[in-house]
């Protein structure tokens, strides 16, 4: 048994490392840029000039580890530089490769642009008491130029800034000459292209101090990253979520195991029975009943005053500080928790009660139970100390499933009751876009679906104790 445990935890690690992998890749293919996020208020572009923007927001990217490349190694065109991942701003870095897949000339339009970076400064730099139509216009013009991947537009975008420039004399002294510098950097790009850099492949080492790096051992750590929304460590939101989650599957999981487990067995012990029809009935109209209709229902009838029936609240719960203790959010949430454990009893108890049937009939049909009765063994002993065991393999092979998915939490049940658990964080994470937490319950889940085949594994070795590991049976 120990031998195939420490296998098993071998195979368990290439696993968790792909999909720390996966979560990793997803993570970096997340619409918009990771720093801006984190950093809104910091790099707002109305209020900061353009040299204070990049160095802020190279400072902040720095902060979080986003200045670095992002895997050891990175497979691109021999026309891509190997320091794209250091330019500022995730719409900068698109645009620039855009441009680049229509030239190839990286030199040039690593030129280009950083002329428009001076022409911007340049314009920035100038007084106040220089207030013109023109400067507006020039101002609005580079900008463009800023995110414009299309060349025939950039042509037209910098011929109405030399337009410009001519109509006004003040503009043309003080911005004439890095101007002439841009358009001379577009007229090198647009001659002279590369594009047969495009199509040669080029393998680039980037080394051990990279994004997944620091990340995977700040996973080992149990460092999660810091939450976009209100800065705290995600290990500390997801925790607070997930006792709420346990809470519930502390109560619901073994309840809907206890139920399930004595309704099959009596309704396989009695089977085709008036009992049996019944209850299989029952079960098959529970299971397709919707589970937001029944939740809905449950909450109607049994909070509404008007029946009398108010003794069940959705309120309560969100209204104790974060400090207190454990003691003090059950005392006041019991009353809220009754309804969501019932509604996370019934479907799985529906499931597992059928299965547990259909075991159990199996087992009870085989050689060794009528052996057992034929020795003169009292029915009760035949059903759960031989039938059972051999009929439980497929309750606990559900298990393996289910486990994951109530720890995840209920999405439906937690934001129907109002509870904060897993659910509601996935889901108000993901309508705020906070990626690291969105990525760290996903990490979470991927940990607990391993763990939990892992125990159904070693739950059948001890169930049934001809099961071995690491013996061939020989008949």
């Known amino acids: 048994m120990m031998r195939y445990f420490l296998k098993r935890i071998l195979i368990m690690a290439p696993t968790l490392l792909a999909a720390l ?14 720093v801006q996020e984190q950093f809104e208020e910091e790099l707002d572009e109305s209020r900061l000039g353009e040299e204070e923007l990049l160095i802020t927001y190279q400072r902040k990217a720095a902060r979080i580890g986003l200045d670095k490349p992002v ?21 900068r870095r698109e645009m620039l490769i855009k441009l680049l897949r229509q030239n190839g000339n990286w030199p040039a339009l690593e030129s280009y642009f950083n002329n428009i970076g001076l022409l911007k400064r340049a314009l920035q730099a100038l007084p106040d008491s220089i207030q013109s139509a023109s400067r507006s216009s020039l101002g609005q013009l580079i900008g ?33 000459g890095p101007h002439a510098q841009l358009k001379q950097s577009l007229n090198e790009l647009i001659a002279h292209p590369q594009k047969e850099k495009l199509f040669l492949p080029s393998v680039v080492w980037h080394g051990f101090d990279n994004q997944f790096q620091h990340t995977l051992l700040g996973y080992f750590k149990g460092d999660l990253g810091v939450s976009f929304q209100d800065g705290r460590p995600v290990s500390a939101k997801i925790g607070r979520a997930l006792g709420w989650t346990l809470l519930l599957s502390f109560f619901a999981l073994p309840i809907a195991y206890l139920i399930a487990i004595f309704l099959g067995v009596k309704m396989a012990v009695r089977k085709d029975s008036r009992f049996d029809k019944r209850a299989n009935a029952v079960l098959f109209g529970l299971y397709a009943l919707p589970s937001f209709w029944v939740l809905l229902v449950l909450l109607y009838v049994f909070s509404n005053p008007d029946w009398g ?18 003691s003090e959010w059950l005392s006041r949430s019991t009353r809220q928790l009754v309804l969501p454990i019932l509604c996370l009893i019934y479907p799985a108890m529906t499931v597992l009660a059928r299965q547990m049937r259909s075991s159990m009939i199996q087992a009870l049909n085989q050689d060794f139970v ?19 065991p051999n009929a439980a393999f497929p309750l606990i092979t559900f298990l393996g499933s289910l486990l994951p998915d109530m720890v995840a939490g209920s999405i439906l049940v937690e934001n129907i009751f109002n509870i904060p658990g897993m659910g509601q964080l996935l889901i108000d994470s993901i ?20 763990v939990s085949l892992l125990l159904v594994d070693l739950a059948f070795a001890w169930l049934d104790p001809r099961v071995r590991f690491n013996q061939v049976v020989k008949a």
Not at 309 to 326: H, R
Not at 371 to 387: F, M, Q, S, Y
């Open 431 to 450: 309508g705020t876009q906070d990626w690291p937490v969105v990525f760290g319950i996903i990490l979470l889940g991927a940990l607990l679906s391993m």
């Open 71 to 91: 895997f050891y190694l990175s497979i691109q065109p021999a026309a891509y530089p190997d320091t794209l991942y250091k330019i500022p701003f995730r719409s």
């Open 21 to 34: 992998v996966l979560i990793f890749g997803l993570s970096r293919l997340v619409p918009g840029d990771l």
């Open 370 to 388: 009528r052996t057992a009765r034929a020795k003169g063994l009292p029915e009760k002993a035949v059903i759960w100390k031989h039938a059972f």
């Open 309 to 326: 029936m108010n003794f069940i609240s959705i309120t309560g719960m969100m209204d104790l500080d974060e400090n207190s203790t454990w």
């Open 144 to 176: 463009d130029l800023q995110y414009t991947t299309d060349f025939s537009v950039v042509r037209v975008l910098v011929k109405k800034s030399s337009g410009l420039l001519q109509k006004d004399a003040v503009l043309q002294k003080a911005l004439g």
